[in-house]
């Protein structure tokens, strides 16, 4: 099991950006893919991208690249996702997840391990 916990949400005006942060605790992580995903009141969980935290390779929701960028710190068991140009529409909460396989999954029922989220908020 991974414990993941989540910080650097907050609120902020629409063309900032933010930086998450996502520190896992537990088993090690070299067999492992770590995703982030958002949720925002009464829509589903959306999909923002994944990164092999072996190796660092990455995919992304096509509704992502560009604005989103996934990125690892092996040494700090943490991966990180930076958003630029934040929108009103990226209001969300916002999870890291951890799954078991080096399949660069994007379906939250890949996922096993949840951090608990953190809060983003863009306004106008």
């Known amino acids: 099991q991974v414990q993941l916990v989540e910080s650097g949400g907050g609120s902020v005006q629409a063309g900032d950006s933010l930086r998450l942060s996502c520190a896992a605790s537990?088993?090690?992580?070299?067999?492992?893919?770590m995703g982030w995903f958002r949720q925002a009141p009464g829509k589903e969980r959306e999909f923002i991208a994944v990164i092999r935290f072996r190796d660092g390779t990455t995919s992304y929701a096509d509704s992502m690249k560009g604005r989103f960028r996934i990125s690892r710190d092996t040494a700090a068991r943490s991966i990180y996702l930076q958003m630029n140009s934040l929108k009103p529409e990226d209001t969300a909460l916002y999870y890291c997840?951890?799954?078991?396989?080096?399949?660069?999954?994007?379906?939250?029922?890949?996922?096993?391990?949840w951090g608990q989220g953190t809060q983003v908020t863009v306004s106008s």
């Open positions: 997840a951890a799954a078991s396989t080096l399949d660069l999954v994007s379906s939250p029922d890949a996922y096993v391990d």
């Open positions: 537990g088993r090690t992580l070299g067999r492992y893919v």
